[in-house]
DNA sequence: CACAATTCAGTTGTGCACAACTAAATAGCC
DNA sequence: GGCTATTTAGTTGTGCACAACTGAATTGTG
């Protein structure tokens, strides 16, 4: 906090410092985004997550919670939940597929389609908020996939023995 | 998801698409970070903002709620769950400071003391499993702590009511 | 001293993330 | 057909983030 270069840079002891950093400023931004959507989603009665799914809806039309989860990178623990909310707000409807029993068909009502007109102004706030240019946000979204591929790839091979 | 390029860039429907980028992208990574910590931090009976306030009261010794919540930027909605976690767990305990009955000091037990030992090893885990070095990690850092404060800045805006 | 405003930790309630599990439907194989 | 394995939503339980509130202690002011 009050001395940003760490001394002794072999010491394993200072990278108890360090290793925080990349991913406590991740969690930072990311929480700080989650602030200003809350803000400016308000008036459309969404949070971030459901505003995000919407997003998928208005792009993709209907599509089963399993390839939900697949655009979001969410499990159905995550997103039945969800989608009951947004069922009981109105938004969307959730119906069993008729050839596949075990898939549930989401869809948007009326309602839901129309709030895209509403939220269509969303976007251009949040990049203001950024105070990044277009070209800006496209390096750093660069950068971050890259590193969730990375970080991805390093989990499962932690997870799968590789004791360190 | 398959076409990276928008087109029509003047149209707002197009950014539709292009706003939930950055902030997914950060948050994708955000919680691949998470995933990793999970499976690092699992020997040591932490999840990881456990382990950051471990952090903080290994570099920092003993301080009160209030403080350590200023470190992580969290309210003590979220920390004093957490901090009765920690302490069943043995790791800290909580005593009600002597000369101002409001705060209350968390401080480390010998057991939370040694755990530092063990969580030396895994900020190096943590920087591989990133694929980058650190002078990358500190200039994605900064870039990010930049993000972070334009959106509180405006948040704050937003919440002064800039009905945008 | 008395009184209002502030500070601080804690509680409650809502919502999200994820692991582990259940239950039902489907697909593949004999 | 009968069997197992897989797929798909959903449920349950744990933990975190945050808003709104409570209650106790402290501070500031007269």
């Known amino acids: ?16 410092r360090l290793d925080s950093q990349i991913c406590f400023s991740l969690q930072a931004a990311s929480r700080a985004f989650n602030g200003v ?9 969404l949070t971030y997550p459901q505003y995000l799914v919407m997003l998928v809806l208005w792009e993709e039309g209907e599509l ?3 390839k939900l989860g697949e655009h979001l990178r969410l ?3 995550t997103l039945s939940p969800l989608l009951k909310r947004l069922e009981s707000a109105g938004l969307v409807r959730r119906e069993r597929s008729a ?3 075990r898939s549930v068909e989401v ?6 389609t129309a ?5 269509v102004r969303v976007p251009r706030r949040i990049v203001a908020a950024t105070g990044l240019d ?3 946000i496209g390096e750093l979204r660069e950068r971050l996939d890259q590193l969730t591929s990375a970080l991805d790839t390093a989990a499962l091979e932690e997870e799968l023995g590789d004791g360190g």
């Open 99 to 101: 050839r596949d029993e």
């Open 107 to 112: 869809r948007l009502t009326e309602e839901g």
């Open 75 to 77: 499990d159905s623990g």
């Open 37 to 45: 959507y809350r803000v400016i989603l308000k008036d459309l009665g």
């Open 115 to 119: 709030l895209r007109e509403r939220a």
């Open 64 to 66: 089963p919670v399993k």
């Open 134 to 136: 277009l070209r800006e």
């Open 1 to 16: 906090m009050s001395t940003p270069a760490a001394a002794a840079p072999g010491s394993e002891e200072n990278w108890l």
